[in-house]
């Protein structure tokens, strides 16, 4: 089975501090991304990397930043929190052939206060 | 721009069919997605349709009409466990997901 595992499944944090989203992977997937989902509103791309060290900007990107150092792992930051930011964050992954379906991480329920 | 429409909310009856649909305006087209997704969790794939017409997977089914933009999910003897949101989404030309906000499929018994 694939798995896309994130770290927290729930995180509360302050205005203005720095917060990581891990997001590691088991499949030897080229493709990962994060997503947001807010309510009324589709998936929200934030960023998406096709290989190690390599990123893209999604369509709302700013305010934050990924890391991604080895396949397995994406990692996104959100450089200064802010309430804004509060929101349903999903990671998923897929292979590079641009066909198959993405799997999904269980979501990180952020709440920025 | 590029959109995909779902109805918000749609309910059910246990032992019924439902069709979900979802029409769309985008990039370019490389194939339509349908994900279940049950509240709290990940959504998790159900379907891909790429050419016209109907796969069919069990109680489940997708159709596609490229020509006019335009998909549904066809949920056939609906159980209570059937109770989810379904998403659908559309890679565009770029082969980016586009994804529509989601039909709340509530069943009732």
């Known amino acids: 089975d694939v798995k896309v595992t994130q770290s927290s499944r729930y995180l509360v944090k302050r205005t203005g501090e720095k917060v990581f989203l891990e997001c590691v992977q088991d499949m030897d997937h080229e493709n990962m991304f994060w997503y947001r989902q807010d309510p009324g509103l589709g998936l929200r791309l934030i960023y998406f990397?096709?290989?190690?060290?390599?990123?893209e900007k999604g369509d709302i990107p700013e305010g934050y930043s990924v890391s991604r150092e080895k396949k397995e792992r994406f990692s996104l930051i959100l450089e200064s929190a802010s309430t804004n930011q509060t929101s349903m964050y999903l990671c998923a992954s897929s292979l590079e052939d641009r066909v198959t379906e993405a799997f999904f991480g269980q979501g990180t329920r952020l709440t920025v206060v | 721009g590029q959109n995909i429409d779902q109805p918000t909310e749609m309910t059910a009856t246990e032992g019924a069919i439902v069709q979900i649909n979802c029409t769309y305006q985008t990039s370019g087209f490389n194939g339509l997605f349908w994900y279940q997704q049950h509240a709290g969790e990940a959504p998790t794939f159900l379907s891909y349709n790429v050419l016209d017409g109907l796969e069919e997977k069990g109680r489940f089914s997708s159709f596609l009409s490229r020509s006019k933009g335009y998909s549904y999910l066809l949920l056939k003897e609906l159980q209570m466990k059937d109770s989810a949101s379904y998403l659908c989404?559309?890679?565009?030309?770029?082969?980016?997901?586009?994804w529509g906000a989601g039909t709340k499929l509530i069943i009732k018994p």
């Open positions: 989404a559309v890679r565009d030309s770029n082969y980016q997901l586009i």
């Open positions: 990397s096709y290989d190690v060290k390599m990123k």
